[in-house]
């Protein structure tokens, strides 16, 4: 059974920074058996985290479109699993603005971090918390999940203008605040066809350069990756191969 102080633990075991930026992708059931349930986790994270800044995507791009136009920043669900439902419930947490790519945030400077997502016309660009966690240096822990959940790589792959990720039409959104006053959001979406499910491919690539590296928090499998490192690397390889994640296809084997 894990507990809070085991969890601490963990990810004092991987070395992260409790004075810095962290991001959690998040599975609750691959942890295991939790005393106290998903608070308890939560709990782990923020105390972790005191110092410096925790982040959850509070995604809602599942169940904010064009036909359901309206994304309330306080009461819309996220749709990317309970650990982020929770989080951004709790006293403290601040959540951006964006209507389909938003982020929950508590700590130090959360305020100016969430701050201007809704001036993004796309998913993770450059005003979005996505380009920010680039700037602070800030490390993103995959719990339970791999580089298929990793939103990061979508705002790489924006930044550098690799064709055909996103929609060329918008969807007039709307993000409604918790007084009632409703900000239109024009936005372009990802596009579809589900290119993230190949992101697996540079899994052994970042290990090898040292832009990941894995270890445990309960019965999960994590990976922890460097924002810097790996914006470095996918730049230059989305730059001599732009279509690298539409297929499935492995890398080539490295001649080092």
């Given at each position: 059974m894990m507990t809070k102080e085991s969890l601490m633990l963990d990810l004092e075991k991987m070395g992260i920074k409790r004075q810095g930026t962290l991001l959690v992708h998040s599975s609750y059931k691959s942890i295991g058996p939790v005393e106290g349930g998903p608070n308890t986790?939560?709990?782990?994270?923020?105390?972790?985290?005191a110092e410096g800044l925790l982040v959850l995507p509070t995604h809602t791009w599942s169940t904010i479109n064009s036909e359901n136009p309206r994304f309330y920043v306080k009461d819309s669900p996220t749709c990317v699993g309970i650990l982020t439902e929770w989080f951004r419930q709790r006293p403290g947490v601040v959540r951006s603005l964006h209507p389909t790519h938003s982020v929950a945030a508590l700590g130090r400077d959360a305020e100016s971090f969430v701050a201007g997502d809704?001036?993004?016309?796309?998913p993770c660009g450059y005003q979005t918390?996505?380009?920010?966690?680039l700037e602070r240096q800030a490390t993103i822990l995959l719990?339970?999940?791999?580089?298929?959940?990793?939103?990061f790589i979508h705002g790489v792959e924006e930044w550098a203008?690799?064709?055909?990720?996103?929609?060329e039409h918008y969807e007039e959104l709307i993000t409604v605040l918790p007084d009632g006053t409703e900000i239109p959001?024009?936005?372009?979406?990802?596009?579809?066809?589900?290119?993230?499910?190949n992101y697996w491919k540079v899994n052994d690539l970042f290990?090898?350069?040292?832009?990941?590296?894995t270890g445990r928090f309960g019965l999960a499998?994590?990976?922890v990756c460097d924002t810097v490192k790996m914006t470095q690397l996918l730049t230059d390889m989305l730059a001599r191969t732009p279509e690298l994640f539409s297929n499935a296809d492995p890398l080539p084997r490295s001649k080092e």
């Open positions: 986790v939560l709990d782990a994270l923020s105390e972790y985290m809704e001036q993004s016309e796309t918390a996505w380009r920010r966690l719990l339970g999940v791999d580089l298929r959940r990793n939103t203008n690799v064709p055909g990720r996103l929609t959001v024009p936005s372009r979406r990802h596009s579809v066809g589900g290119l993230s499910q290990i090898q350069k040292g832009a990941m590296y499998e994590t990976r």
